[in-house]
């Protein structure tokens, strides 16, 4: 089935990146029918006016493949907000990341996060599963960050370890994310913030772009 026409209406709606992988080898049995993963992506830092256009951005998916009688999960966009909630225990299984790196949309890359060539990490991703028979993109199947180690040099919490991601390899540690977390107040680039994002901001494919807001 033609993924163009669904792509096509969810860039009218706002999305930056859409793409479509198959994600049956990352899916636990109870949801294997569901094995086309939607990677949705806009290009803006994560706060709730970004979550909220995640959200439209999947109902309308929802909306299209329902009309034509097929049948979705929507996987929200954070899930540290909603914490204890059913929905978010299906993050150890299917991560936006994964679907991602399924789509073709990125790599993962020495910061942990997914790296698209042309947005970096900066972009905000959110996933749609669908049972409907979606022509699926080729994935992403290596790193390529090269001998590039500025986020690995440069984390305050010395949490990025240096290690390499590949598909063969999904789950090698790539980030302590206790020591991520722990970071104190005054090391972080915005107080406010739970993690400081100069692993995302140091990243020269996300230093090449602007975000939309
Ligand atoms: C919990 C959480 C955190 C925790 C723990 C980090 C973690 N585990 O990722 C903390 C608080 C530390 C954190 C920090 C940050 N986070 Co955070 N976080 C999440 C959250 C809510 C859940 C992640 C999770 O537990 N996933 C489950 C584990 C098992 O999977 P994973 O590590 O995400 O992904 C692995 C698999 O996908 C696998 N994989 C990849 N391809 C394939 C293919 C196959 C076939 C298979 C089997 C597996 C596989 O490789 C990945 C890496 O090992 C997600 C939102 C979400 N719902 O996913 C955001 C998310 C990962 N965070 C995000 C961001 C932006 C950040 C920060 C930059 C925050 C900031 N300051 O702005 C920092 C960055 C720190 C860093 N270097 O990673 C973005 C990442 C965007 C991107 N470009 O990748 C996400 C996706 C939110 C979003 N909706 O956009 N985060
Ligand atoms: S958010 Fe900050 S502390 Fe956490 S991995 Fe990135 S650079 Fe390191
Ligand atoms: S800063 Fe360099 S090593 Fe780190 S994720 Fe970006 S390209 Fe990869």
């Known amino acids: 089935m033609d993924a163009a026409p669904l792509k096509e209406h969810l860039k009218q709606e706002g999305a930056t990146l859409v793409g479509v ?6 899916l636990a049995h109870d949801i294997i029918h569901l094995n086309r993963g939607i990677a949705l992506a806009v290009n803006r830092g994560l ?3 970004t979550i909220e256009m995640l959200m439209k951005l999947q109902k309308a998916a929802e909306a299209w493949l329902k009309e034509q009688g097929f049948r979705t999960l929507l996987i929200p966009p954070d899930s540290d907000r909603i ?3 059913y ?3 299906l993050y150890k299984f299917v991560s936006h990341k994964t679907v991602a790196t399924c789509s073709g949309l990125g790599w993962i890359g020495k910061n942990g996060l997914i790296i ?3 947005y970096g990490s900066k972009l905000s991703w959110a996933t749609v599963l ?3 028979p979606l022509e699926a993109d080729s994935p992403v199947t290596e790193s390529q960050c090269g001998d590039c180690d500025l986020c690995v040099k440069h984390c305050p919490s010395g949490a990025v370890t240096g290690n390499i991601w590949s598909r063969g390899e999904p789950l ?3 980030v302590n994310y206790e020591k991520c977390r722990s970071l104190k107040k005054e090391r ?4 406010e913030k739970p993690n400081c994002g100069l692993c995302v901001t140091i990243c020269p494919y996300s230093r090449q772009v602007r975000s939309g807001k």
């Open 83 to 85: 914490k204890g909630k």
């Open 172 to 174: 090698k540690s790539i």
């Open 116 to 118: 698209n060539k042309q």
């Open 21 to 26: 992988g198959d994600v049956t080898i990352a």
């Open 87 to 89: 929905i978010t225990k």
């Open 47 to 49: 706060g709730r006016e």
């Open 130 to 132: 669908t049972d409907a």
């Open 188 to 191: 972080r680039l915005f107080e």
